[in-house]
């Protein structure tokens, strides 16, 4: 399917949510068996944010969509509708959408929740577009929110070294001229479910004392496996997104991938055939942030200057699911 049209949508602006606090390598020294040389070479982390215990997801989307939407000049009653991607929702019901709604005072908008995990931002894009596109809505705004050291097993070394928190945020509107999305590739492949997923703890396995005991609940990965799997699948969606939108790697200004690994991230470039150069990283400062990594360093890339009005952004993600995406856009 040859994609390449007037895009419909728009990123209008961004904003980022990082809590303060920092957690270094050398720290989780002390709490599992690891070092500071493994992770870096392994990963390409240094470090990441860890939220203190009384900031929510809802407060970093909340917190990140106000900036966003102070950046494109709308008060909290021109939403029109709130989208949320995250993995680690305040509580299972009523959504974190809806947390967020209350807290910015979007009283006119519609708010919901979906879980695509780290590839949340990029399906949000795609969502938006969609309700814009149909009429339904005029002025979204995409949140990506995890609190990912809620859900990660402090004592699995091969997990929690690899996770951060924090929020992005996007309020995206009608295109008016040739700037927007210009190309949309989703997929999923839910046999691979168990390499990457908390068994625990929902309404099949309701949480009880089994559970706790075998930290079910937790986050579990199958790491090397869901490697090869980001890296195959990054590839696919990078290509499949530059060919909708009638582009090659030449015209792209930068490439903003998922920041899971430094090692996934320069397999996606060498793939798509960009110099790191024309890459974003950041998961050296911030670790994987899941939903929120890849809004968190688009909106770095804005504020650096990285990303101009006219630039054209290749995004790339891939996470729990599976599900994969990319997006076109340009800005
Ligand atoms: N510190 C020190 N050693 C560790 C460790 C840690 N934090 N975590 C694992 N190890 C050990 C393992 O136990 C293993 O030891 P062994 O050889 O004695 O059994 C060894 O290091 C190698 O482990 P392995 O899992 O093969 O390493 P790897 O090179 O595949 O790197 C990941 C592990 C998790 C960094 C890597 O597989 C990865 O990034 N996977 C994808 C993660 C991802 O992208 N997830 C999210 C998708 S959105």
Not at 210 to 220: G, I
Not at 226 to 252: H, L, N, P, Q, Y
Not at 289 to 295: D, R
Request: aromatic share 6%; with cysteine.
């Amino acid at each position: 399917m040859i994609q390449s049209r007037l895009p419909r949508a728009r990123v209008v602006s961004t904003g980022r949510f990082n809590p303060p606090r920092i957690v270094t390598n050398h720290e989780l020294e002390s709490l599992v068996d690891t070092n500071d040389e493994w992770i870096r070479t392994r990963t390409g982390i240094r470090e990441r944010r860890i939220a203190d215990k009384d900031v929510h997801a809802a407060d970093m989307a909340a917190a990140a969509g106000r900036i966003a939407m102070e950046r494109a000049g709308i008060t909290a009653e021109g939403l029109d509708m709130i989208l949320l991607s995250t993995a680690t929702p305040d509580r299972l019901l009523p959504s974190t959408a809806c947390d967020v709604q209350a807290l910015l005072g979007a009283r006119n908008a519609a708010a919901y929740d979906y879980a695509t995990a780290c590839s949340g931002f990029l399906y949000g894009l795609s969502m938006a577009e969609a309700h814009i596109a149909s009429g339904q809505a005029e002025t979204v705004l995409v949140c990506a929110t995890e609190k990912m050291s809620s859900i990660v097993d402090w004592t699995d070394r091969t997990t929690c070294v690899l996770f951060g928190d924090g929020a992005g945020a996007a309020v995206v509107q009608k295109a008016t001229d040739e700037r927007g999305i210009m190309s949309t590739f989703m997929k999923s492949d839910g046999t691979l479910a168990e390499l990457l997923w908390r068994p625990g703890g929902g309404s099949r396995i309701p949480l009880d004392i089994a559970v706790l005991d075998e930290r079910s609940h937790y986050v579990k990965m199958a790491g090397p496996e869901v490697f090869k799997s980001a890296v195959r699948a990054m590839c696919e969606a990078a290509e499949t997104a530059m060919a909708r939108a009638g582009v090659t790697s030449d015209d792209i200004d930068l490439l903003v991938p998922h920041q899971a690994n430094i090692r996934i991230i320069e397999a996606t470039a060498k793939y798509a055939r960009m110099p790191m150069e024309k890459v974003y990283v950041n998961v050296d400062r911030f670790g994987n942030m899941s939903s929120a990594s890849i809004p968190v360093a688009l909106d770095e890339a804005c504020e650096l200057g990285r990303i101009q009005p006219g630039s054209l952004v290749l995004m790339v993600a891939f996470g729990a699911g599976f599900t994969w995406a990319a997006n076109v856009v340009r800005f």
